[in-house]
């Protein structure tokens, strides 16, 4: 299950790198169009035995393949929310359909507890993942989880002195962190 979800997330990288997939198309450096041979695909291990660089040219492959692969291999459970986080990185942005299946990965148990968060100042995806959260999350859990976000948030935008946060990155690891250490 872990390197399913590895090869889930590199997939998923490579989607919102490029905006489409094709799936007849090979996979290719994006600066020199090299195809990518076998070994340089394999998740989380080829990023580092490459040091994060192209076999060819040399350019760059960003460090958030490598960290949303580690992610999802560790913690396969927070899959959908590494995808919607490469999104929110990359564009600033959540398409309304991509937050339409999370409506039915969990039933509301304490739905009405999280409702004060729709009035929070942040974006609406932001928010729906946030209450969706709160239906599969155990209730004491919630409080922590909605700090542990809001902090790491804060604490990004006073190291990096940004105007604009792409907040799913800070729940998805404040959701991990609750999950993994409750």
Request: charged share 15%; aromatic share 20%.
């Amino acid at each position: 299950m872990n390197i399913i979800s590895a090869i889930w997330a590199s997939f998923f990288c490579c989607y919102v790198e490029r905006g489409s997939l094709s799936f007849s198309a090979r996979s290719q450096c994006d600066s020199c169009n090299r195809v990518l041979r076998w070994f340089e695909l394999v998740p989380v291990l080829s990023w580092v035995m490459l040091r994060g660089r192209c076999r060819t040219c040399r350019s760059r492959i960003p460090f958030r393949f490598w960290l949303a692969e580690v992610f999802a291999f560790c913690f396969p459970f927070a899959l959908p929310l590494v995808f919607l986080s490469l999104q929110d990185w990359k564009y600033r942005y959540i398409y309304s359909w991509q937050l339409v299946f999370l409506l039915f990965l969990g039933l509301p148990a304490h739905f009405p507890y999280a409702l004060p968060v729709l009035f929070l100042r942040c974006g609406l995806a932001d928010r729906l993942i946030i209450v969706y959260l709160s239906m599969i999350l155990p209730l004491a859990a919630f409080p922590p989880f909605l700090l542990v976000a809001s902090v790491s948030g804060i604490l990004y935008i006073l190291l990096t002195k940004t105007r604009k946060l792409p907040f799913i990155p800070f729940i998805t690891l404040a959701y991990i962190l609750v999950m993994y250490f409750s």
